[in-house]
């Protein structure tokens, strides 16, 4: 152990106790047999990420175990072979009961901030310790500057690093990393697969709607169906063949959506009923479940619901619609998709706005089919950007595994 790392031993259980107090080492349930990676996440902003990660290890190693690991209690939905658990305080106790007591055969971590013992421990007991870049590490290379000496002790332990960009390969070898683990790939980001849907019946409905103008209102809350009702009506001034197609943010609900849109004055089909998008139909209520992979294909513009409301609701992810090439419209609650908004909106692929006047111009602009195109191409890329990124992450991993020798 380096002198560094002594004196914060020496000084950080003092700051513990400061803080809201440690957070000991409590494991919920045994090891399990065979291989086990121990995945850290920052937080529940990294859920999405997290889930490709152990999706993709898994699909190559169908017996590996992923520990995750996060700062908060946040509840991730994982797969079946995950187990989920708060990362220990940092101090030299609680890491070592850690380690006795999950062997963990790879340690993985997505950028955030550093705790010298986790690291320290890992390449101590042998375990390579990769850190992956999700857009954050060049504050990593400046964090911990009030231990002079302790981030270099740390970096330089770290097996391999996955650096977005020369900047930050360069920062982050000043820091300490060695110059021969650090790999610029670009940064890892969440893409998703694109949500399938019936072709047949994806090629049926676009030659019916043939060569309409076409919106999609997908997942929105009954308390956002007045300003999607609104904007829509003023978009049909300019453009009166215009369709809407509403995607409920609760199917069963759709009877109430019905109801709401019939008083409203427009005509509409619904297609819990069976019918289908005639001619004269104005707003297609599509109040089936597991369908937006279709509706995201037929149209080419979609705002994604539960963004104008503040509600603990779960809206869409925006990248679904995004990999399909549809253009994204969003209001201004962003949570918990924040960080795919403005990874479209940096691209040039979402719009925001705030009220139906808003959403109506916007509509409206993007009926020109030039821009719209650019729009989508944008999007589409950004969804696919962080695929070899990922690829090249989960080679990796999965060789280190192999030469641990875990029992597979």
């Known amino acids: 152990m380096g002198l560094p790392l002594t004196f914060y031993n020496i000084i950080s259980p003092v700051l513990s106790r400061l803080r809201a107090g440690p957070n000991q080492f409590e494991p919920t349930q045994p090891r399990p047999d065979g291989p086990l990676i121990w995945l850290h996440a920052v937080n529940a902003a990294n859920r999405l990420l997290v889930s490709e990660i152990v999706s993709n290890l898994s699909d190559q190693t169908p017996d590996l175990w992923v520990l995750v690991t996060t700062f908060d209690e ?23 009961e850690f380690f006795q007591y999950w062997q963990p055969n790879v340690a993985v971590w997505l950028m955030g901030n550093l705790r010298p013992n986790l690291i320290v421990q890992a390449a101590t007991t042998g375990v390579p310790v990769f850190l992956l870049d999700t857009g954050v590490a060049i504050e990593v290379s400046r964090s911990l500057r009030m231990w002079p000496g302790l981030r270099a002790e740390i970096l330089g332990r770290v097996n391999h690093v996955l650096a977005g960009d020369d900047a930050t390969a360069l920062a982050l070898r000043n820091a300490g990393v060695a110059p021969d683990a650090v790999q610029n790939t670009g940064v890892l980001e969440h893409g998703g697969d694109a949500l399938p849907c019936n072709a047949a019946e994806r090629d049926d409905l676009a030659a019916l709607l043939d060569t309409r103008p076409v919106w999609l209102a997908a997942g929105i809350h009954l308390s956002e169906l007045e300003t999607i009702i609104a904007a829509h009506k003023q978009a049909m001034r300019r453009a009166h063949r215009f369709l809407l197609i509403i995607a409920p943010g609760d199917p069963d609900e759709g009877h109430v959506y019905a109801e709401i849109l019939r008083a409203s004055g427009v005509i509409i089909a619904q297609r819990s ?29 979609s705002f994604i619901g539960q963004t104008l409301v503040n509600r603990p609701d779960i809206g869409p992810d925006p990248f679904d619609a995004a990999a399909l090439g549809s253009v994204v419209i969003h209001g201004p609650r962003l949570e918990p ?34 821009l719209t195109a650019q729009m989508a191409h944008a999007a589409w890329e950004t969804t696919t950007a962080g695929a070899e990124v990922l690829e090249t992450a989960v080679e990796l991993i999965l060789s280190a595994l192999d030469d641990s020798g875990a029992p597979s």
């Open 74 to 96: 946040t509840s991730y939905e994982l797969p079946d072979n995950c187990i989920l658990q708060t990362v220990p305080d940092d101090s030299l106790e609680s890491v070592q």
């Open 337 to 370: 998709h924040q960080n795919l908004f403005r990874r479209l909106g940096r691209a040039g692929a979402a719009r925001q706005v705030s009220h139906s006047g808003e959403l109506a111009q916007t509509l409206e602009s993007l009926l020109a089919p030039t």
């Open 273 to 301: 009923l069976g019918e289908e998008p005639e001619n004269e139909t104005q707003v297609y209520l599509a109040d089936t479940d597991g369908e937006l992979g279709l509706w995201y294909r037929l149209a080419p513009i």
